[in-house]
């Protein structure tokens, strides 16, 4: 009698102690969010069909910060901001808006967002980066 007893609580235990990814709704509308071209790149990426081309920079030529937008263009809502001389991980670039004479904006993987290439160092360049499939 006390051996059923003792199974049925050690099985009642693990299932309450075993971890479970619940897909909130905060996670769906997250997910909604994304431009389906951003998703099928990240995906790409994750799976190892389309190489990443990862470059830290440093963001350069500001006084004190820049804004990370979310299109490729001043006119598009801020994300958030970067230091100046702060690196961040920049996956691609897409042509936008002109910034003094320099008409590339750099993709912030980890923020989602575009950061004006003359705001970023060398390392940022066309050569370094290819060109996103998403502005």
Known sequence: M??????????????VAAPSRRVTSTDAAITEAIPPARLAVREA??????????????IIGSSSSVNCRYHATTGSSIITTFAKGTGHDFTCYAVGECINGNCTWDYAVNWDCFVSGYYTSSNCNTSNLPVCGFS
């Open 2 to 15: 006390l051996l059923p007893t003792l199974i049925s609580l050690l099985l009642s235990t693990a299932v």
């Open 45 to 58: 990426e994750a799976v190892g069909l389309v190489p990443r081309a990862l470059q830290v920079c440093t």
